[in-house]
């Protein structure tokens, strides 16, 4: 491993500390529903784990997609994956899932993770998987972007797939 890209993997999990370092419900037993691997892949991974560790604490706001006017959650990850990669991707969840390729075996840095949340148990929310088994993502209506682990209850339980978006750039990009 190269010393940038080891300095920055730390960087990332040194982040990853401070960000998580309040207090919040340990994540319930059970089975896991991926596998992990090591964090930030490449240094464009990097810079999307960088760019959406900035945001948390921004607020949420159904519809937002700035830092300034607030994120959903696909507004959150609109905004992240152009602002750093110049992918556009769509705009809502549902259309997210199902532009992008198969699901990876594993979780890579980047990797979008997708939930159901409402009573169709169809796609309805996402984050951005930034390893060691948590994601970023603006979760609801009051609420901030925030890190959570995928491990807790409530997100094992709505888990439903995971989608690479830096390995399928060229998919994602909008000629």
């Not at 010393?3 to 340990?26: D, E, G, I």
């Not at 969840?93 to 997708?114: C, I, K, Y």
């Not at 603006?138 to 959570?148: E, F, I, K, Q």
Request: aromatic content about 8%; glycine content about 10%.
């Amino acid at each position: 491993m190269s010393v940038p890209l080891r300095f920055c993997s730390v960087l990332v999990m040194a982040l990853l500390q401070v960000a998580c370092s309040h207090k919040t419900a340990a994540p319930s037993p059970g089975p896991v529903v991926y596998r992990q691997v090591a964090p930030a892949v490449s240094p464009l991974a990097n810079d999307v784990l960088f760019r959406a560790l900035g945001l948390v604490g921004t607020p949420y706001v159904w519809g937002g997609n700035t830092p300034e006017s607030g994120f959903d959650c696909s507004g959150l990850i609109v905004y992240v994956y152009r602002d750093v990669a110049g992918i556009r991707l769509p705009r809502t969840t549902l259309e997210m899932s199902r532009l992008l390729a198969a699901a990876p075996q594993t979780l890579q840095a980047g990797d979008l993770v997708f939930f159901a949340t409402g009573n169709a148990g169809r796609v309805s929310h996402a984050g951005i998987y930034v390893g060691e088994g948590r994601f970023v993502h603006a979760p609801s209506a009051g609420g901030t972007v925030r890190l959570d682990h995928l491990a807790d209850h409530y997100w094992q339980k709505n888990y439903l797939t995971a989608r690479r978006v830096l390995k399928n750039a060229r998919l994602a990009q909008n000629p």
